[in-house]
């Protein structure tokens, strides 16, 4: 028998801390990303949180979402949540499309993302770990979490438009990042009403946003009529759907936008808990340094990784612990059965996916850092279904392959030069803002590898 979706227990949040947060200017400390792994052991793999007059319905069951990211995609959206989050910031692109206009665009956009053409940016990868380590030095402290999206956001924009764009490509980054901060607080804490009481931050997100989209139409616009340089947007800008029509000026800056905000904090977190691991971890440290031996010291190519394979367990087993898309929602496009609960049109759904890989019954000692989980021999052992760290169905990161490369790379670059431990005092703690990643930054020390 199916029962309403407002019977699935769950906690209720009194509508008191709602109007808090509602009225609060600043993000409340929260961790959210505790609350769903005690939830789900608490109420069970499908749980409401009541939030006042809302719910958010939480899932951690890789049937149920199985079922909504694959079999039954075309009956959700993207949970409107995330539309007001990002929506307003980077437009109309990949991310937060949907429908028709989506299913076209990602078809324009798959071939960028091919594997050939994935290979061909990994000497680029390299070279920018190369260039922001020249100045690190061994006994420094340094922030880890600093340098990776350093070196995450060069890669996107050498991969995205080549070299030739360096002046305009450095003021990109700062205003991504300031786009991104705005994400992270719309997400997190909605505060409508300070939203409309005290207009400055809109303002000054709005006229980050002016300045971003007026510099990469710029940029695309110096990019046409110019033979394939072998770039993303290259790819981009030759695309042609089915009527031979190409993408219009103005998606093609959403695209280019959403790529850039997509591409870069995600990889940039994966690697700051790479480290964090490693150095908690000595023997897979070890193991993983043996590997990387056997490149003699010389810094390593996209043709070196089918030789690597500890090097793809280790950042494997670092997103199932930290995965840096923490969750995924959704809302129905109609009213559904899902798990033998009836759902309005419009529910909010959510996918934990760190509380998932979590589950001591989905992943045995499930805090325990073990890249063999993911050794061919084991691999195969793994639930179905429970292991989500690019999603999956139709709307899968369509930059997957890319992130595992780059991720690989840059490890191994590091790691063929420094070893790293956590700055004596510091306490790292993971925190879920648009990605998960650790509080207040990674300090770690460095010496010689
Ligand atoms: C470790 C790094 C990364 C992680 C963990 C990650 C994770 C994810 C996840 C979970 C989704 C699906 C969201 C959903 O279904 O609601 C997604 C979508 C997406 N990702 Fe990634 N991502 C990573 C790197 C990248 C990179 C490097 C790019 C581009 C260069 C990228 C571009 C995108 C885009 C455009 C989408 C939307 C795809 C669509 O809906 O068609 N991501 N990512």
């Avoid at 052991?41 to 149920?64: E, F, Q």
């Avoid at 995330?82 to 910031?89: C, E, K, M, S, W």
């Avoid at 959704?330 to 959510?350: C, Q, S, T, V, W």
Wanted: charged share 25%; proline share 7%.
């Amino acid at each position: 028998m199916t029962r309403p979706a407002s019977e699935i227990p769950g906690p209720v949040v009194p509508g008191f801390t709602r109007i808090i947060t509602a009225l609060s200017p600043v993000r409340l400390p929260f961790d959210s990303l505790q609350y769903a792994i005690d939830n789900a052991a608490r109420y069970g793999r499908l749980y409401g949180i009541y939030l006042g007059d809302s719910a958010t319905y939480v899932l951690t069951d890789p049937a149920l979402a199985h079922e909504m990211l694959v079999e039954r995609a075309g009956e959700f959206h993207k949970a409107e949540m995330l539309r007001h989050a990002v929506g307003g910031l980077i437009g109309n692109g990949l991310l937060t499309s949907e429908g028709d206009f989506w299913r076209r665009q990602r078809r324009l956009a798959q071939p960028a993302f091919h594997f050939q053409r994935i290979t061909a940016y990994g000497d680029t990868m390299v070279a920018s770990a190369l260039a922001r380590m020249a100045n690190w030095r061994t006994g420094e402290t340094r922030d880890i979490a600093q340098d990776m999206m350093a070196i995450t956001l060069e890669i996107v924009n050498k991969t995205l438009f080549g070299t030739d764009v360096r002046e305009q490509t450095e003021r990109i980054g700062q205003l991504t990042l300031t786009i991104l901060e705005a994400a992270n607080d719309r997400l997190i804490s909605y505060a409508p009403v300070w939203e409309r009481l005290f207009k400055t931050q809109q303002r000054r997100e709005e006229a980050a946003k002016r300045e971003l989209f007026a510099l990469i139409e710029g940029i695309i616009a110096s990019h046409r009529d110019q033979p394939d340089r072998g770039d993303l947007l290259s790819m981009l800008l030759a695309a042609r759907d089915e009527d031979g029509q190409p993408m219009s000026a103005r998606q093609l800056r959403d695209e280019v936008v959403t790529l850039f905000v997509a591409g870069h904090e995600t990889t940039a977190n994966a690697l700051d808990w790479a480290f964090f691991t490693l150095a908690q971890n000595p023997e897979a440290e070890a193991r993983l340094r043996e590997e990387i031996s056997t490149l003699g010291g010389r810094p390593p190519t996209m043709a070196d990784l089918p030789n690597l394979p500890y090097s793809e367990q280790v950042m494997k087993e670092v997103l199932r612990l930290f995965p840096p898309a923490a969750g995924m929602t959704r809302e129905p496009i109609h009213d559904l059965d899902l798990g033998g609960y009836r759902f309005p049109k419009g529910a909010n759904l959510a996918i934990s996916t760190y509380a998932m890989h979590r589950d001591p019954t989905l992943f045995p000692d499930p805090l325990r850092f073990d890249p063999e989980r993911f050794s061919p021999a084991r691999e195969g052992e793994l639930p179905k279904h429970a292991y989500l760290p690019f999603g999956a169905g139709p709307r899968i990161c369509i930059g997957n392959v890319f992130a595992m490369f780059e991720a690989r790379l840059i490890l191994i670059a590091v790691l063929q030069r420094f070893r790293l431990a956590v700055a004596p005092g510091f306490k790292v703690r993971a925190e879920q803002l648009f990605t998960t990643r650790p509080r207040g930054g990674l300090k770690m020390v460095l010496s010689a590898a």
